[in-house]
């Protein structure tokens, strides 16, 4: 569950329109690679039929994408100065989001993985209240959320496995400098497993068994970073969901695959090179990754 909004972006690189974006539309695109995806989501009237048509084509199940009177979500934003780490938001048009809260087809009500993608913590909260015992739920925020609904994303923290957030939120949420310490702390509320993501310098995973740091893949040049977190998210769910079990062995492959889904995103504006991306050559990545790093 989450957004699937239009995206507007300015890069150093160039400037694209009403782009198929959203944080629940960039996390299916990746664990499609993986696992079977039920994408839930509210888009208004105006929303193009040929990204539906693209989603559906990428065997993306869409029951519970529906379609409200009103406008989409859209999101202008712009890179600037070269700093491809900070998007700075120069529109925000929330439309349907606001009023209308994503509803599960009653047949998808019995899925086990459940990822709360980036939204409202309370409607993340009310949307996990709709699944019938969910085995592993994962869950993403971000900053706004943070800094004024703090007690809802500590209330919803309770009821996950896993939290995937960056650096930044970390230390925002726990009011700790140290990574470590955060994700300590983050584990105190209640989920199992933390990963802090660190843009170009890989992330961390912690949980009370395991705590190991992989790097990020490197690249001569990013063209546009938007939609990379929730890439990284979909390649984590996805991989777990496929392992069908959470050990060392199977958190640093999801992790891996994870990286090398978010490094294809970037190389291109919204889903460009991840949506025509195929597993063969994630797996080719994946090969020069090992090499890379010897493991």
């Given at each position: 569950m989450g957004t699937v909004a239009l995206?507007?972006?300015?890069?150093?690189?160039?400037?694209?329109?009403?782009?198929?974006?959203?944080?629940a539309a960039h996390f299916a695109m990746s664990a499609r690679h993986f696992a079977p995806v039920n994408l839930a989501a509210v888009v208004g009237e105006d929303f193009p039929k040929k990204h539906i048509t693209l989603l559906k084509n990428k065997k993306i199940n869409t029951n519970s994408l529906t379609i409200e009177k009103g406008c989409t979500f859209r999101w202008k934003g712009e890179y600037k100065d070269g700093?491809?780490?900070?998007?700075?938001?120069?529109?925000?048009?929330?439309?349907?989001?606001?009023?209308?809260i994503p509803r599960v087809n009653p047949k998808q009500k019995n899925i086990k993985n459940v990822f709360l993608a980036n939204y409202d913590p309370d409607i993340q909260y009310e949307f996990l209240q709709q699944m019938h015992k969910p085995t592993f739920v994962g869950m993403d925020t971000m900053n706004l959320w943070i800094h004024t609904k703090k007690q809802s994303v500590v209330r919803l923290m309770k009821k996950v496995d896993i939290l995937i957030l960056n650096d930044t939120e970390a230390r925002d949420l726990t009011s700790e400098k140290n990574l470590i310490k955060a994700a300590k702390a983050i584990l105190s509320h209640g989920p199992k497993m933390v990963i802090i993501k660190k843009g170009?310098?890989?992330?961390?995973?912690?949980?009370?068994?395991?705590?190991?740091?992989?790097?990020?893949?490197?690249?001569?040049?990013?063209?546009?970073?938007t939609g990379a977190g929730d890439t990284f998210a979909g390649g984590v769910m996805g991989y777990l969901t496929k392992a069908k079990k959470i050990n060392s062995k199977t958190l640093i492959k999801a992790l891996s695959y994870a990286t090398i889904l978010s490094s294809f995103n970037v190389e291109g504006f919204g889903m460009e090179k991840t949506a025509g991306l195929s597993l063969g050559k994630v797996e080719e990545r994946m090969k020069v990754f090992r090499e890379f790093f010897r493991f």
């Open positions: 995206d507007t972006l300015k890069t150093p690189h160039g400037e694209k329109k009403d782009l198929l974006g959203g944080s700093d491809l780490n900070n998007a700075c938001t120069l529109h925000t048009e929330l439309g349907v989001i606001i009023t209308c170009e310098h890989g992330g961390i995973f912690y949980s009370k068994n395991h705590l190991f740091a992989l790097p990020a893949y490197p690249l001569e040049e990013v063209i546009d970073p």
